[in-house]
Each structure stands twice: as structure tokens, then as C-alpha cells.
């Protein structure tokens, strides 16, 4: 900022307001440039002319005597006193320019640095979460599958899924014989319609036949066989249900984990939801409130400095030296 203590605006002299101090150096430079266009017209070599037969003398170009060498010298002391005060006036007025300038386009941080005050700088969000050790949560995504059986069999051991196919293979194969229309279920079935032998005359052509049926395996011998192999079908198939209803149970299981595991992972979510936005709030009150009402305040008081200071330098004055007071006179007298 400009400095009134200086000798351009305080001490002994003439005091000049801005308005004269314009007026004066303008009227100061145009009396200057007319000194030095003056200086510049002065010549000290006189040419003449005449006739041989001593006609008249004719003057081409006029010359200064002493006298005229003195008005030089008093006018160069004149344009040095002229030029010390335009030199005086521009400065003081040039300071006092960039002064008002200065002050007319102050911001905050002008304004702080001038009054030794610390700038009020505002903590990012991100800044303070970190520094609280909060974060923002991610929801958590439900995109876990239902296991299938194929996938479960997948993780069993080699016996065991050996054991599986066997069974299966086992079971299709006395399946296809004791179920109804299986070949053994059949024959057994035929059997049991003929139970004892029968002899059936027939005529065949010219030619009577008589055709015998009878069995060849006694129908409780062929129960053993059929109901043993129907016993030995339902073991293998309750086998086969145990292992399914297992595999059955470690889709169900491994569902409930996945789920259980996400329901957990949501509780967490929630809740560290409920806490970014708690401290998200405590940064509101606590950081960015405060710094908006500081900045409220500062702003205020800035433009009150601008207007003290702008009507400060309005009023300022420039000290001519009482050296200078002729030189002064000697300008507002010109036209």
C-alpha cells in the first residue's frame, strides 16, 4: 500500500489535492516542452550577406549575442525546475493511481496478507473423512447363484462319485427288468397265467397237433428272484436318495451361507452408511459452516477497508518543497 509518511506526501511545502496536482503537472509538461523547443531554436553563428561594390548588407540567419546566451542558461535553469516538478507531481500522482487500483481490485487474500491475518482455508470433505478414518461405503451387490447338482458333484471325492454312478447304472439295469413291462416283469407275469401245464389240441390243416404248455421255472423260485432283485432296487435307490437328498442339502446350505454372508455384509453397509453421513453432517456444522460465516465476516470487512482506504487516498496530498514553490506559482500563472 502507499506509504503517507513519505516525503511526496507529507513534511514542509506547498500541499496540492489530487485535482491540482493533475492541473499542475499538466501545465508543468506544456511549459516544459516550450523550453526545450525554445533551447532548441538558439544559434551563436550569424551569416550575412552583401554586394562587391558595397551595396547594402543583407542578414541570412541571425545569431545571440551575451544577452541571448544568458536567457539560455536561465531558461535550462527553469526547464530543470519544471522537470523536478513534473518529476515530484507524476510520481505522487502515479503511487497514488496504483494505489487506488490496488485497492479497487483487493480480494480476500490481499486484504488478510495487508491486515496480518491468516486467509481462511477450507477443508475438502474427502480431507476431513480421511482424517476421521470414515469412508464412503459401496452397496454391496447380490450376485451370488444357486449352486446345481453338477457343480456340488464336481466337489466330491472320487469314490464317491464313482459310488454314484455305479448305483445308477445298478439301479437302471434291474429297473428296466422288474418294472412293469420289463423283460423279467414279463416273463414273470406270463408265468403267473400259466401256472400249471396245459395240453391244447389243434387242427392244422389235415393234421391235428397238440401243443403243450407248461413252466420250466416254479413260480416261487421266480418270486425269490424278482423280489430280491425289487429289494435289492429299493436299497439302491434309497442309497441314491440319500446321496441326492445330500447333495439337496449342500445347495441349501451353501444359499443360506451366501445369503447369510450378504445379509452381513449389508448390515455393514448400513451401517457404516450411518456413520459417513453423521460425520458428512459433522463437517457441515462444524468445518464448513463456520468457514462460510468467517468468510462472511472477512468479505465485510474488506469492503469497508476498500471504502475507508478508497476515500483515504481521495483525499490525499502531494507536498511540493518549498524549492519548488516559485516554479509552482509560475505554472498556475500561466495560461
Same mark, same amino acid.
Given at each position: 500500500m502507499i506509504n503517507t509518511d513519505s516525503i511526496l506526501f507529507s513534511?514542509?511545502?506547498?500541499?496540492? *489535492?489530487? #485535482?491540482?496536482?493533475?492541473?499542475?503537472?499538466?501545465k508543468t509538461d506544456r511549459l516544459a516542452n516550450e523550453l526545450i523547443e525554445g533551447v532548441g531554436n538558439h544559434c551563436f553563428i550569424e551569416v550575412s550577406m552583401e554586394n562587391f561594390d558595397g551595396g547594402n548588407l543583407r542578414s541570412l540567419k541571425k545569431a545571440e549575442d551575451k544577452n541571448g546566451l544568458q536567457q539560455i542558461t536561465s531558461q535550462v535553469r527553469g526547464l530543470l525546475k519544471l522537470k523536478q516538478l513534473s518529476n515530484i507531481l507524476s510520481e505522487g500522482l502515479n503511487l497514488r493511481d496504483n494505489a487506488v487500483k490496488e485497492v479497487e481490485n483487493a480480494d480476500l487474500a490481499f486484504y488478510c496478507k495487508e491486515k496480518g491475518i491468516e486467509e481462511p482455508k477450507l477443508q475438502d470433505l474427502e480431507d476431513y473423512l480421511k482424517e476421521k478414518g470414515v469412508e464412503n461405503p459401496t452397496l454391496p @451387490?447380490?450376485?451370488?447363484?444357486?449352486l446345481t447338482e453338477d457343480e456340488v458333484k464336481q466337489t466330491l471325492?472320487?469314490?464317491?462319485?464313482?459310488?454314484?454312478?455305479?448305483?445308477? %447304472?445298478?439301479?437302471?439295469?434291474?429297473?428296466?427288468?422288474?418294472?412293469?413291462?420289463?423283460?423279467?416283469?414279463?416273463?414273470?407275469?406270463?408265468?403267473?397265467?400259466?401256472?400249471?401245464?396245459?395240453?391244447?389240441?389243434?387242427?392244422?390243416?389235415?393234421t391235428a397237433v397238440i401243443t403243450s404248455t407248461r413252466p420250466t421255472v416254479s413260480l416261487d423260485k421266480v418270486n425269490k428272484v424278482f423280489f430280491k432283485l425289487q429289494a435289492r432296487h429299493r436299497e439302491l435307490e434309497a442309497e441314491d436318495n440319500r446321496i441326492k437328498a445330500e447333495l439337496k442339502k449342500t445347495i441349501q446350505d451353501d444359499l443360506?451361507?451366501? *445369503?447369510? %454372508?450378504?445379509?452381513?455384509?449389508?448390515?455393514?453397509?448400513?451401517?457404516? #452408511?450411518?456413520?459417513?453421513?453423521?460425520?458428512? @453432517?459433522?463437517?457441515?456444522? *462444524?468445518?464448513?459452516?463456520?468457514?462460510? @460465516?468467517?468468510?462472511?465476516?472477512?468479505?465485510?470487512?474488506?469492503?469497508?477497508?476498500?471504502?475507508? @482506504?478508497?476515500?483515504?487516498?481521495?483525499?490525499? *496530498? !502531494?507536498?511540493?518543497?518549498?524549492?519548488?514553490?516559485?516554479?509552482? #506559482?509560475?505554472?498556475?500563472?500561466? !495560461?
Open positions: 513534511g514542509e511545502g506547498k500541499v496540492l *489535492n489530487i #485535482l491540482d496536482a493533475r492541473e499542475a503537472l499538466s @451387490e447380490r450376485n451370488f447363484t444357486e471325492d472320487v469314490k464317491k462319485r464313482a459310488r454314484m454312478l455305479t448305483l445308477n %447304472a445298478t439301479a437302471a439295469a434291474i429297473g428296466s427288468n422288474i418294472h412293469p413291462e420289463g423283460a423279467f416283469a414279463s416273463a414273470r407275469e406270463e408265468l403267473m397265467e400259466a401256472r400249471t401245464a396245459i395240453n391244447e389240441a389243434q387242427a392244422l390243416g389235415s443360506i451361507a451366501k *445369503n447369510e %454372508a450378504y445379509q452381513k455384509e449389508l448390515e455393514a453397509y448400513k451401517q457404516n #452408511l450411518a456413520v459417513y453421513q453423521q460425520a458428512t @453432517e459433522d463437517y457441515q456444522t *462444524n468445518v464448513k459452516t463456520p468457514h462460510l @460465516e468467517r468468510l462472511a465476516e472477512l468479505s465485510e470487512k474488506l469492503e469497508q477497508w476498500r471504502k475507508t @482506504e478508497l476515500e483515504r487516498l481521495d483525499s490525499i *496530498n !502531494i507536498v511540493v518543497p518549498n524549492e519548488l514553490q516559485g516554479t509552482l #506559482l509560475d505554472v498556475f500563472r500561466s !495560461i
